[in-house]
């Protein structure tokens, strides 16, 4: 991982609107903190020693869900060259919970930001043989021009923002 | 076609340029625009085509085997695969799954069974909506265009943006006559946050989640949506029933052969670099389910899941279920089609449609069949629903080749739709007015081919006998009367200028000068002149309106060669053929092809150059001659041939001397319109240089088309949007600005439109200027 890579990611994200901070483990719980706009849900984040600010729902019922403003998940790894998180289908909710609400916030270690898309889908491939077998890329926030114009926001996140661990 | 439903035809291409063409020009351009940048801007990207198109192929050839490694893996993953014949049992099918979780799901009973859709041609395709209303279930499609198309009841008109032809204001109307808000809508985004409310709260209550696929992985049963809304995410994951329906030929081997189409697909449909959502599932997926007729249920199992999420059987699965629907519907005949089996190769992104000049004029509703509308709809309809239903738009294609340098897998679309058009040309039934053309055309078609294509495809036969009879065939021509036949039996628009047929024809000006003797003489003074040892032999390509109407371009090119001190032949040669493939006669394109190598051999084989002034027909001996000839005879002609100003760059980059020429003052303005197939050929900008060499600062148009293409715009039915299409280029053209062009049509129909003369770069560059 060079610095270079998170620059370029960086660089990536600000041509697609979404705000990047690099934070180092121990400061992430409150800097999330202050993104995450309530009600928020999320789900645990599997980094050593950070945790979710503790207003932060996990295992939401469906009504959450539904009513939810920010959804907080770890991301398996992210792409530099194209500003995309790979967001995990888990049995604790990562798909929907990054889905359903206005705002995402993708939490991953400046280890898991790979250069380029080739090295996206080598890393896509060991997931896959790990049982990690659905995954979306995510880039940028949801997008449609079929109302005429281009609006953000349509069933997916219109908001999104991305933390960076440097040090995990 | 007959004169009634030539006259339908027009008027239906007219409605559609007043009504749909504005939105469509708008966006189908915009996105082409950004294709070509981001295209532009991505160093591998002939890699990424070519491992596109190869990994496709070697698909393809073993798609049998896939369909069986697809079969195992998803149900191993713990989903159901169905290979559906037809769109009757697809139909059936989905049908029946639905109809069979709505009375068992856990959701409890609702009304009536209902579904969400996420965007998928291959569904329209098989309509699978009407199917499913027939039977009582409600359907909603999510991808705000398609709902759009729902709600007005109307057809898809690109293959991407299904609803582009419908502007904002359009929709507005219709949500608001529809949903009557408090306060109408007005902006995109009011319209927007209206329709994601509103359709989120469907999805919430589905049944049944129903998606297409662009991609399927066998070797994992990994099914990839690609879209930018997120709805396909929502319709996956939401309800607890999930139905894929996905043509065969979406089958690739392995994850690793999906990285290429992951990386070209959204560049190749909006220019964009990757699509907003990727989604590659391998259901049924981990993702607990969402029952939100529960609202105050955990939707995970709790801690004990939170703790280790990924496990491979987490307790989310066992409520999901999943079934992939492989449609065949024709698509392994196509397979076994040695011309029609590229289509399948298709990613169905849009891209032929985008750069497509006609398309971007009348859209889908003018450019498609029952369901795929745009360029590679030609091979789509013709595959699925059968020739005929290709049969009504497939003229629309002028054989531009600008989808050619668009499709990200390399698809030969302008030759799929010469195939489809030879097929239906030869299924024909004979018509009235063949005995009129029989005499003019000594060609290789069976009866029953429309006259106007007929005449088109033996344009040279007809121009001989013109020009022989010139001026008389002139003024016969211009009278009214023979106007109203020709326009009546051949489709030959009235409004159009005809061209004035040349009693001394190329060919006879050069022998009465000489010959080729007398060229060798001019060359060798020229080249003492200069001092430059410019050591080649060239042979003209005289095509037929070179030959015989517009023969002072050959003329220059005559006098410019010499002037740089290559002597010239210009022997009667052949036709190339483009003609008779531009309407769809491959025979006679072939036996033309073998006539004109022969016709060539002996020079090639002396070392002459080959030069072309008529770019369609070097494309030809560049392109379609690849399958029309023996391999050796085609790569043979193909290096030995030269566009004009092409070869007059080589000449002037191996010491040849620009002053021999009509120069400029060394920056004048001249405004450039290249010709399409030439763009393709990457032919444009040596022209450009050589116009710049000598001394000219040529602004190169940007247009996609002249609109003239050939014999396109002489016909009656395709006039106004021959117009249309011209009008763009004719915009970009500066008022005062000298202006030429590389190709006959071009420069007609420049003419028409500038209201001045256009003549060829090579004129402007003779020595002497166009003299006659
Ligand atoms: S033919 Fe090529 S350009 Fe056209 S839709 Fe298919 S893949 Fe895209």
Redesign the interface.
């Known amino acids: 991982m060079t610095v270079d890579t998170v620059g370029r990611f960086e660089r990536a994200l600000e041509g697609l609107e979404v705000g990047l901070e690099r934070v180092t483990a121990a400061d992430a719980s409150e800097r999330i903190g202050t993104i995450a706009a309530e009600p928020a849900i999320g ?2 984040l599997p980094f050593d020693d950070v945790d979710l600010p503790a207003s932060v729902t ?6 959450e ?2 009513a939810a403003r920010t959804g907080i998940t770890p991301v398996g790894f992210a792409i530099a ?2 500003g ?1 998180v790979a967001v ?9 919970i990054s ?1 359903y609400p206005e705002r995402h916030v993708a939490v991953v270690a400046e280890s898991d930001i790979v250069p380029d ?2 090295a996206g ?1 080598d890393r ?2 060991d997931g ?1 043989d790990a ?21 953000h ?5 219109g908001d999104v923002h991305v933390i960076v661990l440097e040090d995990r | 076609m007959a004169q009634h439903t030539r006259s339908e035809q027009a008027d239906r291409i007219r409605h559609l340029l007043e009504t749909e063409g504005p939105a469509i020009h708008a966006h189908a351009s915009a996105s082409n625009a950004r294709r070509k940048e981001t295209y532009g801007g991505t160093d591998d990207l002939e890699e990424l085509r070519t491992e596109a198109r190869s990994i496709k192929e070697a698909a393809i050839d073993r798609l049998p085997e896939l369909i069986e490694t697809v079969r195992e893996a998803v149900e191993e993953n713990g989903g159901t695969v169905y290979i559906a014949d037809d769109a009757a049992d697809a139909n059936a099918y989905v049908t029946d799954v639905v109809n069979r979780e709505a009375t068992n799901g856990a959701d409890g009973a609702a009304a009536s069974p209902s579904v969400v859709k996420s965007k998928s041609m291959t569904t329209e395709e098989i309509d699978l909506n009407d199917a499913l209303e027939a039977d009582g279930i409600d359907v909603t499609e999510t991808d705000l265009g398609e709902w759009v198309l729902q709600l007005a009841d109307e057809t898809p008109s690109h293959i991407v943006g299904p609803a582009m032809h419908i502007s904002r204001e359009e929709i507005a109307t219709l949500f608001n006559e529809r949903f009557d808000p408090d306060a109408p809508f007005e902006t995109a985004t009011e319209l927007t946050r209206f329709a994601r409310d509103h359709l989120g709260e469907i999805i919430d209550g589905a049944d049944v989640g129903v998606t297409g696929a662009n991609f399927v992985v066998a070797d994992s049963g990994t099914i990839t949506l690609v879209t930018n809304e997120g709805n396909a995410r929502k319709c996956a994951v939401t309800p607890d029933t999930h139905v894929a329906v996905a043509g065969v030929e979406k089958l690739l081997p392995t994850l690793s052969d999906l990285e290429p189409f992951v990386d070209i697909i959204a560049k190749s449909a909006t220019g964009q670099p990757i699509s907003q959502y990727v989604t590659m599932l391998s259901p049924p997926t981990d993702s607990p389910t969402l029952d939100f007729d529960a609202p105050d249920k955990p939707i995970t199992a709790g801690e004990g899941a939170a703790a280790d999420g990924t496990g491979a059987d987490g307790p989310g699965t066992q409520d999901r279920e999943f079934h992939l629907v492989l449609l065949d519907n024709g698509r392994m005949d196509m397979r076994e089609d040695d011309q029609l089996r590229e289509t399948l190769y298709c990613i169905r992104c849009g891209a032929c449609s985008n750069s497509c000049a006609n398309f971007q004029s009348v859209g889908g509703h003018g450019f498609g069949g029952e369901t795929y509308s745009g360029g590679i709809a030609t091979g789509w309809e013709a595959g699925v629903h059968g020739q005929e239903s290709a049969a009504e738009f497939n003229d629309l294609c002028t054989g531009c080749t600008n989808c050619v340098d668009a499709c990200p897998v390399k698809i030969d679309i302008p030759w799929i739709n010469t195939v489809v058009r030879d097929r239906l040309n030869r299924s024909d039934d004979p018509e009235a007015y063949d005995f009129l053309v029989d005499g003019l055309t000594p060609d290789a078609e069976s009866g029953g081919l429309d006259p106007g294509k007929r005449f088109f495809g033996n344009i040279g036969t007809v121009a001989k006998a013109a020009s022989a009879t010139a001026p008389v065939s002139n003024w016969l021509a211009d009278a009214g009367p023979v106007r109203a036949v020709l326009e009546r039996t051949l489709g030959i628009d009235r409004r159009r200028d005809l061209p004035t047929f040349r009693r001394e024809s190329l060919v006879d000006w050069f022998a009465g000068r000489g010959g080729a003797a007398a060229s060798s003489r001019r060359a060798a003074r020229a080249d003492s002149r200069n001092g430059a040892d410019i050591d080649r032999e060239a042979v003209l390509y005289t095509d037929v309106y070179t030959n015989y109407v517009d023969i002072d371009r050959g003329k220059a090119a005559v006098r410019t060669l010499e002037a740089l001190g290559v002597p010239v032949r210009v022997p009667n040669l052949p036709e190339s053929g483009r003609a008779a493939l531009s309407q769809g006669m491959i025979a006679t394109a072939d036996r033309q092809a073998s006539r004109l190598y022969a016709a060539l051999a002996e020079d090639l084989d002396a070392g002459r150059d080959v030069v072309v002034i008529e770019p369609s027909d070097l494309a030809a001996m560049h392109r379609e001659y690849e399958r029309l000839l023996p391999v050796d005879s085609y790569e043979r002609l193909r290096d030995g041939s030269y566009e004009i100003c092409e070869y007059v760059y080589g000449l002037l980059e191996n010491g040849a001397d620009p002053t021999a020429l009509s120069t400029g003052d060394g920056a004048e303005p001249v405004a450039y319109h290249s010709h399409c197939q030439q763009r393709t050929l990457d032919l444009e900008a040596p022209t450009a240089a050589v116009l710049e060499r000598c001394g000219y600062a040529p602004e190169l148009s940007s247009a996609e088309c002249c609109g003239m293409a050939g014999s396109f715009g002489y016909k009656r039915e395709y006039y106004e949007l021959s117009m249309d299409v011209g009008e763009r280029l004719a915009e970009e053209i500066d008022d005062g600005l000298p202006v030429v062009a590389s190709g006959t049509s071009c420069g007609d129909q420049l003419e028409t439109l500038l209201e001045r003369d256009v003549a060829h770069p090579i004129e402007l560059l003779a020595p002497g200027g166009a003299r006659t």
């Open positions: 789900v645990p996990t295992d939401p019922m469906a009504a869900l539904t060259e194209y995309t995990e289908s888990t049995a604790n909710g990562a798909e929907p889905l898309i080739s889908f896509l491939a896959f049982g990690r077998d659905s995954v979306v890329f995510a880039t940028g926030r949801s997008a449609t021009a079929d109302m005429g114009d281009l609006v926001g349509v069933h997916g996140p």
